[in-house]
């Protein structure tokens, strides 16, 4: 074991301790109160974290002194407290990987950990490879799970929070974050840029493949232990290529249709207790292969198999060529349509409800919220709505069927859904656009008929008598909602906006009116008034957010960019900048005071002073914008700032003693505390008997070593002592040292 590891777990410690910390704030006084650096979340699970880490520090300190045998018992119950520790990091990667993020250490403690200890800890990565992306679910819940296929390894990602990037199986990405086993957490940021601070970048997007003929290949097998055969390959063709196939083609409006085959039954060498996807599909293939038919003549594959108790109904790849779908013992349209509407690129239909509100900021999503689309409401086979029609192209695409963009006051016309037509089938109204990102939400507007798949809806007075709205946002179709437009009632099933009702969204000041509906479309009317002000925290972000490494009484310098993300209809606004630092810090912006209209953003350079007596640590540094004329609409965000309070340089050269004909090793360990440093630059002189110099550079490696070689030249450098000075500089905190050699 390595000295240094104690000091190392003291810092994993405090680190930990310090991301375990929380501030409380209310409008005025969020910004003014002190940080209180012992206060912990009261989170299960980050409290067991924090205490494994301090007992593994205790069991080490006990280790250090104990004769040999009680030292071995001890490093075997640092080993069980690590493997604990690692099985705690996973469980809080499942469930908040932001909390995880900010509770991992650094790289310079992860990469010095001894290296028996090096397999129990996590690691920052970054990684290239194939994006899966796949829903788990049955009828009343379900799970969307993304993996990374990179070195060989299937690696599954944990996004933040609700920032679930949109991009369809096959892509290619980069990512970025925390690792532990097979899992990485990731904040959840997303583009297609090359931006360092991305945690996923796409390298190489797919478009989905939702015209013409799809070509299917359905493989039937089963288990050795389970070789029942539920249905006949005829009755598998007739449910897939005659009513999958007849739904899609008019959901479609006839620009896509299925084609394919049946095969099987394949018993697979492998147990019905398995409940891996990922098996059935690999020994499925193989079986098919050996049967001589060619799988890449297909571009949607589904594996059908006997009912297992695997707590799920289905299985089905987001996009993919080919796409995949596990069917678990439910052999119907609803089931399979399903499942190859994930593959065509479709999200489940989801509902939003906001309470005695249509739409609002206290809201919860229903998953399978849509009564009337086949991707949402447990049993119903129905049109998919607008959005997600848009999307795949078989509306306001091309040829396709149109969609109106409401720009104006007017009288609009909706033809019936299920048709083709000539006239449009959706109207679409701008609700909202992300003052930072431009990203846009729309109000979708549709007339439902019970024609095809839809004629169960002619029992439904509430759909018959008015137009069903939705909402959807570019570049993220995971935030699509039906929304319920009688939110005085307990159910969706009446939440159509019917002829004699009209919805108001107060924030843009907009009104839908049904004015009649028949059996050859609907009239509505949409009218704008004058755009209202709505009030909204403004966005505040701090750069660089990476701690950063400096000396006590440096001067560190940050840029703070705060969004007023106010509604149109308000005037500009005065937003008060504030930070909070620990005590004895000093923190001034070079413009305390911005005016932003609304959508504007504005950048000014925050400069944070510590202490010269601060010690060792990692500071908090908060930054806030409050609304001068409206205090209670505030934005923040945070950064951690190290302390180092300069660096340790130890000189030492191979010999004591040169010839003319040998070349000097000078070997430089840089520290801090007893802990390596890596990463820092360090300049090598060599000042010569006669006076002149030699120079050279290097960085020290995760051991904090540098080296430099000076081969010696017999016409330049004469005999006498030389000197050698080092000085080491890591952002700003520098050491030095010295050492000194002879040559004959």
Same mark, same amino acid.
């Given at each position: ?548 490494? &400096?000396?006590? #009484?440096? @001067?560190?310098?940050?840029?703070? $960019? +705060?969004?007023? *993300?106010? /509604? ?101 360990? &840089?520290?801090? #505390?007893? @802990?390596?440093?890596?990463?820092? $630059? +360090?300049?090598? *002189?060599? /000042? ?57």
């Amino acid at each position: 074991m390595k000295k240094t590891f104690l000091i190392l777990m003291l810092s994993a410690v405090a680190l930990i301790g310090l991301s375990l910390t929380f501030i409380t704030s209310s409008a005025n006084a969020g910004f003014n109160r002190k940080l209180d650096a012992t206060s912990v979340t009261s989170n299960r699970q980050l409290q067991s974290l924090h205490e494994t880490t301090e007992r593994m520090l205790e069991l080490f300190q006990q280790a250090q002194i104990a004769d040999p045998i009680m030292r071995h018992s001890l490093m075997q119950r640092l080993q069980m407290l690590a493997l604990a520790r690692r099985g705690l990091m996973l469980q809080l990667m499942r469930q908040d990987p932001n909390q995880l993020l900010q509770v991992a250490l650094p790289d310079h403690i992860l990469n010095s950990l001894p290296n028996e200890f090096q397999a129990y800890f996590e690691q920052q990565v970054e990684l290239d490879g194939e994006l899966e992306v796949l829903y788990e679910e049955n009828e009343t819940e379900s799970h969307i799970r993304h993996f990374l296929k990179s070195g060989g390894k299937r690696i599954e990602l944990h996004f933040g929070g609700n920032a679930i990037p949109d991009l369809l199986t096959g892509s290619f990405v980069r990512v970025r974050g925390v690792r532990v086993d097979d899992h990485l957490a990731l904040n959840g940021a997303a583009d297609g840029s090359t931006s360092t601070t991305q945690s996923i970048q796409t390298l190489a997007s797919i478009s989905p493949n939702t015209f013409g003929e799809q070509k299917v290949l359905v493989l039937l097998v089963n288990f050795q232990d389970k070789a029942t055969q539920p249905w006949t390959t005829t009755q598998v063709r007739d449910i897939v290529f005659n009513s999958v196939n007849s739904f899609y083609r008019e959901s479609s409006y006839g620009q896509t249709w299925l084609a394919g085959d049946v095969f099987g039954w394949y018993t697979l060498p492998i147990s019905s207790a398995t409940c891996d996807q990922n098996a059935i599909a690999t020994y499925a293939n193989q079986a098919a292969t050996a049967a001589g038919i060619n799988l890449s003549a297909y571009n949607r594959l589904v594996y059908a198999f006997p009912s297992l108790s695997c707590g799920w109904t289905g299985w089905g790849t987001y996009g993919g060529n080919p796409s995949q779908a596990w069917i678990n013992g439910s052999m119907s349209v609803r089931t399979v349509g399903h499942e190859l509407g994930h593959g065509f690129g479709i999200y489940h239909a989801r509902a939003l409800d906001c309470g005695a509100d249509v739409v609002g900021t206290n809201c919860s999503i229903i998953e399978y919220g849509d009564t009337w689309d086949i991707l949402g409401q447990a049993g119903v086979v129905a049109h998919s709505h607008a959005a997600q029609k848009e999307r795949l192209g078989w509306l306001g695409y091309g040829t396709s069927p149109g969609i109106t963009v409401v720009q104006s006051s007017g009288t609009y016309w909706v033809d019936p859904y299920e048709t083709l037509g000539s006239n449009p089938k959706a109207l679409k109204i701008l609700k909202s656009t992300d003052p930072t990102t431009g990203t846009k939400t729309w109000y979708y507007v549709e007339f439902r008929r019970p024609i095809g798949f839809d004629s169960f809806i002619s029992s439904n007075s509430s759909v018959m008598n008015g137009v069903v709205i939705h909402t959807g946002t570019e570049a993220y179709s995971f935030d699509e909602y039906l929304l319920d437009m009688t939110p005085e009632t307990s159910s969706f099933g009446d939440g159509a906006l019917v002829v004699g009702r009209s919805f108001t969204d107060p924030n843009i000041n907009m009104t839908i009116t049904p004015l009649s509906v028949g059996s050859s479309g609907a009239s509505v009317m949409v009218s704008f008034g004058p755009q209202p002000c709505v009030r909204a925290n403004p966005t505040v972000t701090i750069s660089p957010s990476t701690s950063q490494w &400096v000396s006590p #009484g440096t @001067t560190v310098n940050y840029s703070v $960019s +705060v969004t007023n *993300t106010d /509604t149109s209809g308000c005037v500009a606004s005065s937003f008060d900048l504030r930070a909070n630092v620990a005590a004895g810090w000093s923190a001034l912006f070079d413009i305390p005071s911005m005016i932003l209209s609304p959508g504007q953003s504005a950048n000014t350079t925050l400069r944070v002073t510590s202490p010269s007596s601060a010690a060792n640590g990692y500071y908090n540094i908060g930054v806030g914008a409050v609304n001068s004329a409206a205090a209670s609409y505030l934005g923040s965000s945070s950064v951690t700032c190290s302390i180092m309070r300069g660096l340790d340089v130890a000189v030492v050269t191979d010999q004591a003693v040169y010839t003319a004909n040998q070349t000097a090793l000078i070997t430089t360990t &840089v520290t801090s #505390g007893g @802990t390596p440093i890596s990463g820092a $630059s +360090v300049a090598f *002189t060599i /000042t010569k008997p006669n006076g002149s110099t030699a120079k050279g550079t290097a960085t020290t490696t995760v051991s904090g070593v540098a080296s430099f070689k000076y081969r010696f030249n017999k016409q330049k450098d004469p005999a006498g002592v030389y000197v050698i000075a080092v000085g080491a500089n890591l952002n700003g905190v520098i050491g030095s040292g010295s050492a000194s050699f002879s040559l004959k």
